[in-house]
């Protein structure tokens, strides 16, 4: 396998390197300061102990309990003809894991290449339980799980309708699709595994792909709607406003400036000092972000304080704890 692998390599070579090699060589100081401010993250910022990851199941979604038992299975049944297989597929998802909780800085997000190897896992699982069960009590486990999710899927419109629909957040039609979809999928998984001894898995296994294709095409997005700012003002339309175009970008230096407002605005924004009254004058007209309001740090300047809006560039709500008032800034032209 020498050539193969040697191909691999380099395929893998260029691919992962090109982009930091460009920037070496033609960005080096920049690259080099963003590389050493990035690995210094890792040790400082959002530092979690050891064993933050250990709930990893539950980004698998409506897979998570069958990935816990295809797990322990793994370990407890050690009898099966394709082990090498699955080993792989287990060492894949132990080492990435344990790699990923040795770094101190870690985010929910960190988990995605552990989804990897654990879609081998519960396939292993699944491929396990249609060969044929070993015992009652691996049948056992496998009603247990299918059952839970069944009766999550029929107690979804239930939710719904409790949470969401009597509060005016969602359409009836939404409702209605969920209702079918939900209780049908619930009621197709509980006649899968009802009987004694010849349990479906595959039907059980296709039911589950159509309850995710359900969720994500029929409820993602309205019940997402449900969580966005409906106040959000996206800086954004400034691209669009004739007045501004040629006018430079300002904001206090002595306030933080998040990168959020240079994205959405696609301006350059520069910080400036707001006491030194003769360079304002010079360098107007521009326009002022401000998190205080605009007419107060300019009075007594001899400028003209023209507001154009007040901008919240928040996806999350107003009461959301992780609502954040950085992302809030009063904007102003200053002649």
């Given at each position: 396998?020498?050539?193969?692998?040697?191909?691999?390599?380099?395929?893998?070579?260029?691919?992962?390197?090109?982009?930091m090699?460009?920037?070496?060589?033609?960005?080096?100081?920049?690259?080099?300061q963003?590389?050493?401010?990035?690995?210094?993250?890792?040790?400082?910022?959002?530092?979690?102990?050891?064993?933050?990851?250990?709930?990893?199941?539950a980004?698998?979604?409506?897979?998570?309990?069958?990935?816990?038992t295809?797990?322990?299975?793994?370990?407890?049944?050690?009898?099966?003809?394709?082990?090498?297989?699955?080993?792989?597929?287990?060492?894949?998802?132990?080492?990435?894991?344990?790699?990923?909780?040795?770094?101190?800085?870690k985010?929910?997000?960190?988990?995605?290449?552990?989804?990897?190897?654990?879609?081998m896992?519960i396939a292993?699982y699944?491929?396990h339980?249609?060969?044929?069960?070993?015992?009652?009590?691996e049948?056992?486990?496998?009603?247990?799980?299918s059952?839970?999710?069944?009766?999550i899927?029929?107690?979804?419109?239930?939710?719904?309708?409790?949470?969401?629909?009597?509060?005016g957040?969602?359409?009836?039609?939404?409702?209605?699709?969920?209702?079918?979809?939900?209780?049908?999928?619930?009621?197709?998984?509980?006649?899968?595994?009802?009987?004694t001894?010849?349990?479906?898995?595959?039907a059980?296994?296709s039911?589950?792909?159509?309850?995710?294709?359900?969720?994500?095409?029929?409820?993602?997005?309205?019940?997402?709607?449900?969580?966005?700012?409906?106040?959000?003002?996206?800086?954004?339309?400034?691209?669009e406003?004739?007045?501004?175009?040629?006018?430079?970008?300002?904001?206090?230096?002595?306030?933080?400036?998040?990168?959020?407002?240079?994205?959405?605005?696609?301006?350059?924004?520069?910080?400036?000092?707001?006491?030194?009254d003769?360079?304002?004058?010079?360098?107007?007209?521009?326009?002022?972000?401000?998190?205080?309001?605009?007419?107060?740090?300019?009075?007594?300047?001899?400028?003209?304080?023209?507001p154009?809006?007040?901008?919240?560039?928040?996806?999350?709500?107003?009461?959301?704890?992780?609502?954040?008032?950085?992302?809030?800034?009063e904007v102003?032209?200053?002649?």
């Open positions: 396998k020498a050539a193969p692998l040697g191909v691999m390599v380099l395929l893998f070579a260029v691919i992962a390197f090109w982009w090699a460009y920037l070496y060589f033609f960005h080096r100081d920049m690259a080099l963003v590389a050493a401010k990035e690995s210094s993250s890792w040790l400082n910022h959002n530092v979690r102990p050891w064993y933050y990851y250990w709930q990893f199941p980004e698998a979604g409506i897979w998570a309990l069958f990935w816990v295809a797990l322990v299975g793994y370990f407890a049944c050690r009898k099966e003809k394709y082990r090498k297989d699955h080993t792989f597929s287990i060492v894949w998802l132990l080492s990435s894991l344990i790699l990923l909780s040795v770094i101190p800085e985010k929910t997000r960190y988990l995605l290449p552990i989804l990897i190897p654990g879609a896992t292993f699944f491929y339980c249609w060969r044929g069960f070993r015992s009652a009590g049948r056992r486990v496998f009603r247990i799980n059952g839970i999710i069944a009766f899927l029929m107690a979804l419109p239930v939710t719904l309708y409790f949470i969401f629909y009597r509060e957040e969602l359409s009836i039609w939404i409702l209605t699709l969920t209702a079918l979809f939900g209780w049908g999928l619930g009621l197709w998984i509980f006649r899968s595994i009802l009987p001894r010849n349990i479906k898995v595959m059980v296994f039911a589950i792909v159509l309850s995710m294709m359900m969720i994500e095409s029929v409820c993602l997005i309205p019940i997402g709607k449900m969580f966005i700012n409906p106040e959000r003002h996206n800086i954004r339309m400034l691209r406003h004739k007045e501004l175009e040629g006018i430079p970008f300002y904001y206090n230096k002595e306030e933080e400036l998040r990168m959020e407002w240079v994205y959405e605005s696609n301006r350059v924004i520069r910080p400036l000092d707001v006491k030194n003769s360079l304002i004058r010079v360098i107007r007209p521009f326009v002022f972000l401000s998190k205080q309001p605009a007419e107060s740090v300019f009075a007594g300047k001899g400028v003209t304080v023209k154009i809006d007040t901008f919240d560039n928040n996806w999350r709500k107003t009461k959301d704890k992780r609502y954040n008032k950085e992302l809030v800034r102003v032209l200053i002649k």
